[in-house]
């Protein structure tokens, strides 16, 4: 399951630049429209990248899994999938107010999805189990969650307010979860 | 083998969403004509996620593969490789009914796909085998096959006649097969 | 080199599938055009079978490797990553003459550096090793090469004398190779 | 990470193919606008080749990672992520001197990118260590960012002045890091 989850989340992150259409000019100028797709483009790689590293942490403190963690994971990955296709919305109409609050729906739904793999996975191996008491409250995970609540209707105000608060989530998540890492570490 | 089926799955799983084509407006009514692209969506990467699942486990129970063995699943992969083509023409035409009906002959094909592969390798593994034992009569199997061959004809006469069925094996589907699973784990 | 190549070989034999263009009409005759299309993926469908399958028993075989082979493995895959290209062209010019000659001349490609791969090989693990005997002087190889030299003129007179010649070397490969399971095996 | 590396090496250095617009002409002819958008894919390809044979050499010398491991290697995957995007405009624009230009921007983006992951590593795993001793000064390297970092602007001036530096790097690559290899074998 590790593996095939890698293995999407990294086609996930590769064909995103797709999008990144070629422009038929060939100045400088035929750039600046693909600004705030690169832009996009740049947010999208760091939330994958944040989701491949704590889901490849969380995995590695994973014993066993029955068909409901891999629906859960299932889930979790749909909804990465559709990162690409919100990230080049979000781009190709220069953070118009609606796609950026899309952007933040599916990022709010991966969040959930996480979450929901997470307990699965703490049901499963028990409340006394070393994965449990790695992803101990998750707090950052359940603050990310509300960030993203708040940004979605204040995008549709002012789409900097929610993009701003979407870029806030990622630079609080950079850190790779050290909780797991020590814990399974020891 | 199994690495090169999963790596194929994943992908196949990620390249559909590029079929999801990003809308030129930036109001929620743009997104409207995608939905039935979405439900494609969604009900082809539960499809795909169910043949990974169900594969995966089929796979691990598996000492040895022959020539045979290697054709019996790049066919199976191959039926699995033309799941973005039909989903999306199903999709962009909001379930008309040649479409739908194409759409199950792909999945009737995977699925007499998957039966090839898992009686090439009782064949190979013996009638005595853990194999053997764990695929057992493939009761869920043969049902499905028989679903899909009753629901392409009738998605002729009702699109959802034909998709309604699609889903039920679907819904059918979603445990993944815990007869492997049980004998394999004793 | 192994896991990158089987990489690399699954993700070309998958984004095939994205120049089957999906028609905006709901028809079967929709469809007819897709035919020569579809023929043509099939056939490279099972050539990358073909490669992926012997590339991977070969590899099997191989106890190290240098910059040397590395790269000779490098210059396979990348006439293996032009198939997808001479593919769509062959299909949607419905199998015109030029594009089924360049078709061949990519699998001539293909088949020499594949040559070049084993000859680096066996000069790498000496004469005497299990790779060189079980390589042997493979005559199957050479041939390939020969009649796809022989098919890629006749494609330009006759577009179906050059398929044919295609198609019969697939068929002939389609065992996977023998000589190496076997000596591998023992 | 090592997986996933070269799961995005992988996807990036297959994708590029898509890139190569299959013409809509049978003609010899028809292939002859494509010969810039090849020759650029070539050098590209070999460019990825030469990325991942250094990059899983040098992984291969790694024993522990931490996050801003984790961060660097995503750095450097998210310049080589571009490649596609500026080969593809860099081909279809016939070398024209600013794409040219950018080309080598990121290119020097990524050998910037891999001396700091380089450098993270080596701070990681001490100054003595064998990964250290093994990288060593890393003449190479900086040659290579030096002669990007002049490419850039004779692009500006002469196309074939860039281009040729970056062939000319690409050259001087083309033989995988032996200092790593010879540390390690012994």
């Known amino acids: 399951m590790e593996a095939f989850s890698d293995g999407v989340i990294a086609i996930i992150i590769t064909i995103m630049v797709l999008e990144l259409r070629v422009p038929h000019e060939t100045g400088l100028t035929a750039l600046r429209p693909l600004i705030p797709v690169l832009l996009s483009y740049v947010l999208s790689f760091i939330y994958l990248g944040i989701y491949w590293s704590n889901h490849h942490h969380l995995l590695h403190a994973v014993d066993h899994v029955d068909g409901r963690i891999l629906w859960a994971n299932l889930h979790l990955l749909f909804w990465l999938s559709l990162v690409p296709f ?90 790779p979860d050290r909780r797991i890492e020590r814990t399974l570490v020891d």
Do not use: C
């Open 86 to 175: 919100v990230t080049a919305w979000m781009g190709e109409n220069h953070f118009a107010t609606v796609p950026v609050a899309i952007y933040g729906l599916v990022l709010l739904a991966a969040s959930i999805a996480y979450y929901i793999l997470t307990r699965a996975l703490i049901a499963l191996h028990g409340r006394t189990s070393k994965l449990s008491i790695a992803v101990g409250k998750d707090f950052k995970g359940q603050l990310s969650t509300g960030i993203y609540a708040v940004g979605i209707p204040l995008a549709l105000l002012r789409w900097w307010l929610g993009f701003g608060l979407y870029v806030l989530v990622a630079i609080m998540w950079l850190v």
